[in-house]
């Protein structure tokens, strides 16, 4: 179920809400606390309603082993729970790879042989990351004991159980234990409902629309077609405001959600298109992620710790696993090492005390940043390569015809076409359309706060410029497209 469909909305979220609210007055927090249980499970079943014994399962096997790990740790005998925590997160490692990235290790050990075609159970990426934090903090004393009740509804809690944010133990069980859980609060649920509707408005009406864009050139490119200049940046452009929108938007209904049901989820994006640098840029996106990789992988791997060239290598695999956990591709562990390549030139770059002004930095990390998507989205390496020639011009500059003949000098640079076949609509005025649209993109995400830093009135007016269109686009839209996160 996607939060942007009919179904939940007019449905499962009222529903849930109304039944939480109800049973928390009538009978109190616990039971309140097992209809969230339950709803989360519906919801997780509405997907596909096998899957849910393996959710459940999973939150058993990890509670109870959670548990010994607790009581070892309190007892003093550290050698055992390191050894049961190392099989505990082997087991969650073992099945995610089972079901992610088995037909990817096949492939690639024997290109030939037959795709086992295992379907990938949804959130397993995230429910597994939420699980092993839990045991990881359980080794370390790091969380209070809890019943297994509490412990279900935080892997399972439907706002954050599909993409995130990645939250640890301590920060929300202690939320869904407080006596106030169940009550109805009024500013809670009209902060969480401004915020999930506003969160609403950047899916369906700003990355749904660029989504249309970035599209048209990557399927191109995927097919094997030439792009010229225009067509491959734009494409490349478009998808970098749809992946933001669409998980920015993302973040903003689960926090809303959550918000709704009386607890706080921390922030997960922080203006990320506004960084003047590529470590800055992973303070700011997807916040809760780049925590779990350096408190869970960077920092157990050694971090700064053993010198600045073992302090490198560490970065460079951080994102390297970082990458083939968004996806089992190459594409993906190619991602993964262009960030690293990244953070490490910028890592020598201050260790010289070398400085860029502002403007120039954020460019450059804007450029670097938008460079890398293109293999994050590109259907392979052929069609990465066939974006990034596009890009470099390969292909030459064309432009539409009737532009060229209003402004003779573009005919210096770019040759005149009847219409641009892999950009917008293909029609004679996609290409001001296309880039009128992507000026007033680009401007939300560089000029404008994000939607937690705006003051109350400047919500309340992108709320008003938004509501409209995103009521259209949820009733009369031909098709729900799901969140981009939701493939991970």
């Known amino acids: 179920m996607l939060f942007?469909?009919?179904?939940?909305?007019?449905?499962?979220?009222?529903?849930?809400?109304?039944?939480?609210?109800?049973?928390?007055?009538?009978?109190?927090?616990v039971w309140g606390l097992r209809w969230l249980v339950a709803a989360s499970f519906v919801f997780y079943a509405w997907w596909r309603p096998p899957f849910v014994l393996l959710l459940g399962a999973s939150?058993?096997?990890?509670?109870?082993?959670?548990?010994?790990?607790?009581?070892?740790?309190?007892?003093?005998?550290?050698?055992?729970?390191?050894?049961?925590?190392?099989?505990?997160?082997?087991?969650?490692?073992?099945?995610?790879?089972?079901?992610?990235?088995?037909?990817?290790?096949?492939?690639?050990?024997?290109?030939?042989?037959?795709?086992?075609?295992?379907?990938?159970?949804?959130?397993?990426?995230?429910?597994t990351?939420?699980?092993?934090?839990?045991?990881?903090?359980?080794?370390?004393?790091?969380?209070?004991?809890?019943?297994?009740?509490?412990?279900?509804?935080?892997?399972?809690?439907?706002?954050?159980?599909?993409?995130?944010p990645i939250v640890r133990p301590k920060e929300i069980i202690p939320q869904l234990t407080s006596p106030g859980l169940a009550r109805p609060d009024g500013d809670a649920l009209s902060a969480g409902l401004m915020l999930f509707l506003?969160?609403?408005?950047?899916?369906?009406?700003?990355a749904d629309t660029f989504g249309g864009?970035?599209?048209?050139?990557?399927?191109?490119?995927?097919?094997?077609?030439?792009?010229?200049?225009?067509?491959?940046?734009?494409?490349?452009?478009?998808?970098?405001?749809?992946?933001?929108?669409?998980?920015?938007?993302?973040?903003?209904?689960?926090?809303?959600?959550?918000?709704?049901?009386?607890?706080?989820?921390?922030?997960?994006?922080?203006?990320?298109?506004?960084?003047?640098?590529?470590?800055?840029?992973?303070?700011?996106?997807?916040?809760?992620?780049?925590?779990?990789?350096?408190?869970?992988?960077?920092?157990?791997?050694?971090?700064?710790?053993?010198?600045?060239?073992?302090?490198?290598?560490?970065?460079?695999?951080?994102?390297?696993?970082?990458?083939?956990?968004?996806?089992?591709?190459?594409?993906?562990?190619?991602?993964?090492?262009?960030?690293?390549?990244?953070?490490?030139?910028?890592?020598?770059?201050?260790r010289r005390g070398w400085c860029l002004p502002r403007l120039p930095a954020q460019a450059l990390t804007l450029l670097a940043v938008t460079l890398a998507w293109v293999p994050f989205r590109a259907d392979g390496m052929a069609a990465t390569w066939a974006m990034l020639r596009g890009m470099a011009g390969a292909n030459g500059i064309a432009l539409p015809q009737m532009l060229v003949r209003a402004m003779p000098p573009l005919g210096w640079i770019a040759t005149g076409v009847p219409v641009l076949p892999h950009l917008g609509?293909?029609?004679?005025l996609s290409f001001p359309e296309v880039t009128v649209c992507l000026l007033v993109g680009w401007t939300i995400v560089l000029a404008l706060p994000n939607v937690h830093a705006m003051s109350e009135r400047m919500r309340g007016w992108s709320l008003t410029a938004g509501f409209a269109l995103s009521v259209q686009a949820l009733f009369f839209a031909p098709h729900v497209a799901p969140f981009l996160y939701f493939q991970f």
Not at 198 to 206: D, E, I, P, Q, S
Not at 425 to 428: F, I, K, P, Q, V
């Open 198 to 206: 506003l969160g609403l408005a950047k899916k369906l009406v700003l």
């Open 425 to 428: 609509e293909a029609r004679t």
């Open 129 to 164: 990351f939420q699980q092993i934090m839990f045991l990881v903090d359980s080794a370390r004393c790091d969380r209070q004991d809890t019943g297994p009740l509490p412990y279900a509804a935080f892997i399972a809690f439907f706002p954050h159980l599909i993409a995130g």
């Open 59 to 127: 939150i058993a096997a990890n509670y109870l082993l959670g548990r010994h790990l607790l009581g070892l740790a309190r007892s003093g005998r550290q050698r055992a729970a390191r050894l049961w925590l190392a099989g505990g997160v082997a087991a969650n490692l073992i099945l995610l790879g089972w079901f992610k990235y088995a037909d990817f290790l096949l492939q690639t050990i024997a290109p030939g042989a037959p795709a086992l075609h295992l379907f990938l159970p949804l959130a397993i990426s995230f429910f």
């Open 213 to 350: 864009f970035a599209d048209r050139g990557f399927d191109a490119a995927a097919a094997g077609e030439a792009l010229t200049f225009f067509e491959a940046w734009y494409a490349a452009l478009a998808y970098a405001l749809q992946i933001y929108f669409d998980f920015s938007g993302y973040s903003d209904m689960a926090i809303g959600l959550a918000r709704m049901l009386n607890v706080r989820f921390p922030l997960n994006f922080d203006s990320p298109y506004q960084a003047t640098s590529i470590t800055d840029f992973w303070r700011r996106w997807h916040m809760t992620l780049s925590r779990f990789l350096r408190g869970y992988l960077y920092i157990p791997l050694g971090g700064n710790r053993a010198g600045e060239r073992r302090r490198l290598v560490n970065l460079m695999l951080t994102m390297l696993l970082g990458g083939l956990w968004h996806g089992a591709a190459w594409t993906f562990v190619l991602w993964g090492g262009l960030h690293g390549a990244f953070l490490v030139i910028h890592a020598a770059w201050r």
């Open 4 to 29: 942007h469909s009919q179904a939940f909305i007019l449905g499962f979220l009222p529903v849930c809400l109304g039944g939480f609210f109800l049973l928390g007055r009538a009978a109190g927090r």
